[in-house]
């Protein structure tokens, strides 16, 4: 099993530029979760999708970020424009339930740097 | 708003020593609890869960506490190896309405001296 596979797994850009990251869950894995981790601190949860339909966006910030799971496989986390606060790993996860207490997996992450 | 925190931000031991993490929550509808393990330049991993009907639980070389009544979660390493030596995190699970929020703690990285 591939596990959760995200990239590119780092991306330096300028502010101002957008910047695009892109996760494929485990394989019939229904949930998938996009996290941001600032340097020294927890996950901190973006967005949650069951299947293709966002269920919890309340903490992304959506001015200047969106996301799709078009074919609630694949996910594309956009900023656009980007900040130098922006500069955080960005981490997918995936769960095969959408009740319940389930343990996520985590991919290795995307490393942004805005310079 | 209730966070998960941790007592230690890092923590030096040497290896072969038992190594014990610790973690305070403050929210009492927490009913799961996880702790995870981050080295450096890979996403957290799973370690060991435990449930709020229990107060232990063992996996291998892992023991998770649960202290419901002073809301404290410990991650005891026995026999602490080098390939320990990570970013270890206690995850809370906040159940409500029909879903849940898994709230990370900021980490407490551990050091294995050889």
């Known amino acids: 099993e591939a596990g959760v596979v995200q990239s590119p797994r780092y991306k330096i850009i300028e502010k101002k530029q957008p910047v695009a990251f892109w996760c494929n869950p485990i394989?019939?894995?229904?949930?998938l979760y996009w996290y941001r981790q600032n340097l020294g601190q927890g996950p901190e949860l973006l967005i949650r999708?069951?299947?293709?339909?966002?269920?919890?966006d309340s903490q992304l910030p959506k001015d200047r970020f969106s996301a799709e799971r078009l074919k609630g496989v694949d996910s594309t986390l956009k900023i656009q424009p980007a900040e130098l606060g922006d500069s955080a790993v960005y981490l997918c996860?995936?769960?095969?339930?959408?009740?319940?207490?389930?343990?996520?997996?985590f991919g290795a992450g995307s490393r942004l740097t805005v310079l | 708003g209730e966070n998960v925190g941790l007592h230690l931000p890092t923590l030096s031991v040497q290896e072969g020593d038992n190594s014990i993490i610790n973690c305070a929550y403050s929210?009492?509808?927490?009913?799961?609890f996880i702790w995870y393990k981050q080295e450096s330049g890979k996403g957290p991993q799973f370690i060991i869960d435990?449930?709020?009907?229990?107060d232990k639980r063992q996996g291998q070389r892992v023991t998770v506490l649960l202290n419901k009544t002073v809301k404290h979660l410990s991650l005891q390493i026995a026999a602490t190896q080098p390939g320990d030596s990570a970013v270890y995190f206690c995850?809370?699970?906040?159940?409500?309405?029909?879903?849940?929020?898994?709230?990370f703690g900021k980490g407490t990285k551990l050091s294995v001296i050889p």
């Open positions: 394989s019939g894995h229904n949930t």
């Open positions: 995850a809370e699970n906040l159940r409500g309405a029909g879903s849940y929020q898994l709230t």
């Open positions: 999708y069951e299947n293709e339909e966002a269920v919890d």
């Open positions: 996860a995936s769960t095969p339930r959408t009740s319940g207490a389930n343990v996520l997996t």
């Open positions: 929210n009492s509808a927490s009913d799961y």
């Open positions: 435990i449930r709020s009907n229990m």
